[in-house]
């Protein structure tokens, strides 16, 4: 079993529509969750960050963790063309004092106008 | 904010030689500096963690006197990939953390050895 698990996809959605992005993780101590926007043959960017369970929005975008269950969510309300990208969630490895990361797979999403 | 840059954005070498790819956050400075390797539609792999002034720390199977890194400042970290070959071809990204977790990447080198 994966530390991290996110559907790969390719997930694709009409323009318009709320889309929701998934990850689970296998160790409670994971802590400090991210998610990265990337689109084809470009460096990740980052889009959310949050530390503790709960939502956190950000204009069209909110992300939600369930610590209790391990599960975090990227929900992206009023989807754009402009959103086709792959969407990587990243959470701190609690042992490492140097803040390396671990990511999911990645979903590719595409929004059809 | 939070701008990281990458150079050169591609290129094209002839097996054997070595390739130098620079990693600057331009805006701040960087307390840890990380380097990826990317394959087509997979997740991003780390290969090393560096600091400024230290040794790099390099990930299980990836060969350090392969893949040299210095980190010379706060602001610029390099990556030499030595004696290349076509194996080598990859997507190469940095990214760098201030003081939280959130790391910020850089856009990305596409390395092709021919």
């Known amino acids: 079993q994966k530390e991290v698990e996110q559907d790969p996809g390719p997930l694709s959605v009409p323009e318009g529509a709320i889309v929701s992005l998934n990850c689970t993780y296998s160790?409670?101590?994971?802590?400090?969750f991210m998610w990265y926007r990337q689109y084809s043959r470009k460096g990740p960017e980052l889009l959310m960050y949050?530390?503790?369970?709960g939502n956190k929005e950000d204009g069209r975008f909110t992300a939600q963790v369930d610590k209790s269950s391990k599960y975090i969510s990227l929900f992206i309300r009023d989807s754009q063309p402009s959103d086709s990208a792959t969407y990587l969630c990243?959470?701190?490895?609690?042992?490492?004092?140097?803040?390396?990361?671990?990511f999911g797979q990645g979903t590719t999403l595409q929004v059809k106008p | 904010g939070a701008v990281v840059s990458q150079h050169p954005s591609r290129v094209i070498c002839k097996s054997g030689t070595s390739v130098k790819i620079e990693c600057r956050s331009l805006?701040?400075?960087?307390?840890?500096m990380f380097w990826y390797r990317q394959f087509p539609k997979q997740s991003l792999m780390l290969m090393a963690t560096?600091?400024?002034?230290?040794?790099?720390?390099?990930e299980q199977g990836v060969e350090k006197d392969k893949f040299l890194i210095n980190h010379a400042s706060l602001t610029l970290s390099t990556l030499t990939v030595t004696s290349a070959h076509p194996e080598d071809s990859s997507f190469y990204i940095c990214?760098?953390?201030?003081?939280?977790?959130?790391?910020?990447f850089g856009p990305g080198t596409r390395l092709t050895v021919t």
């Open positions: 560096s600091n400024e002034g230290s040794k790099a720390t390099y």
């Open positions: 990214s760098a953390r201030m003081t939280g977790y959130e790391q910020y």
């Open positions: 805006d701040f400075q960087a307390t840890t």
């Open positions: 160790n409670s101590a994971f802590q400090y």
């Open positions: 990243a959470m701190r490895i609690p042992s490492s004092n140097t803040g390396k990361l671990i």
């Open positions: 949050t530390y503790s369970s």
